[in-house]
């Protein structure tokens, strides 16, 4: 059935220009719709285009008011949002584990390495200073540890000689863009 009342609702969760967002609401189909862009950063660029293409979008810093009023102001919008999954797309805050716990086995996050490699931040300087062969992407399921949920899938990406952590980031992210919305789709249809 390819019905609206079919469709898993997603939140999509950013921090900045939210490309891979751009990249689950041009998939977005059968599978899922998603109800609402959230951010951690009200002046993120990705929020713009949400607004644009239509999205009803959440903005709140936790900047003044704490993580715990932060989550606590965050899970309600998306509730409220008929939210029944959460895509963490470029999101750059570490949830809490009561967040997680609330959403268990409904998170999933994209993550620029091949994991369990390189859990965390740098993921392609630290690739290429290992003199790894290949680098890509995996997507998994948020639990408590970070970047340490099952991985739901990957895209792998050559290390080519002379690559800069910059050149290789823009292969590995055309990658994330094909990946995401394929397994997302994929884990909302289980």
Same mark, same amino acid.
């Given at each position: 059935m390819t019905g609206t009342?079919?469709? *898993?609702?997603?939140?999509?969760?950013?921090?900045? !220009?939210?490309?891979?967002?751009?990249?689950? @609401? @041009?998939? =977005? /189909?059968? =599978?899922? !719709?998603i109800v609402v862009v959230a951010s951690d950063k009200p002046e993120a660029p990705g929020l713009d285009w949400a607004v644009q293409a239509g999205l009803p979008t959440f903005a709140l810093s936790p900047k003044g008011? /704490?993580?715990? =009023?932060?989550?606590?102001?965050?899970?309600?919008?998306?509730? %409220? %949002? /008929?939210?029944?999954?959460? *895509?963490? @797309? /470029?999101?750059?805050?570490?949830?809490s584990d009561e967040f997680v716990a609330r959403w268990?086995?409904?998170?999933?996050?994209?993550?620029?390495?091949?994991?369990?490699?390189?859990?965390?931040?740098?993921?392609?300087?630290? =690739?290429?200073a290992a003199g790894d062969a290949e680098a890509g992407c995996s997507v998994h399921l948020v639990t408590e540890e970070l970047d340490g949920g099952k991985v739901l899938g990957q895209a792998r990406v050559p290390i080519l000689p002379g690559d800069t952590p910059d050149a290789l980031a823009a292969r590995v992210l055309a990658e994330e863009h094909r990946l995401y919305p394929a397994v997302l789709a994929d884990m909302v249809r289980r």
């Open positions: 009342s079919t469709r *898993a609702k997603v939140a999509v969760l950013i921090s900045g !220009r939210g490309s891979n967002m751009q990249a689950l @609401a @041009a998939h =977005a /189909g059968a =599978a899922y !719709r008011i /704490g993580k715990q =009023a932060y989550e606590s102001a965050l899970d309600a919008a998306l509730r %409220a %949002a /008929g939210a029944e999954w959460i *895509a963490l @797309a /470029g999101y750059m805050r570490l949830l268990r086995g409904r998170i999933v996050n994209i993550h620029p390495s091949l994991l369990p490699k390189y859990k965390g931040l740098d993921t392609h300087a630290r =690739a290429i």
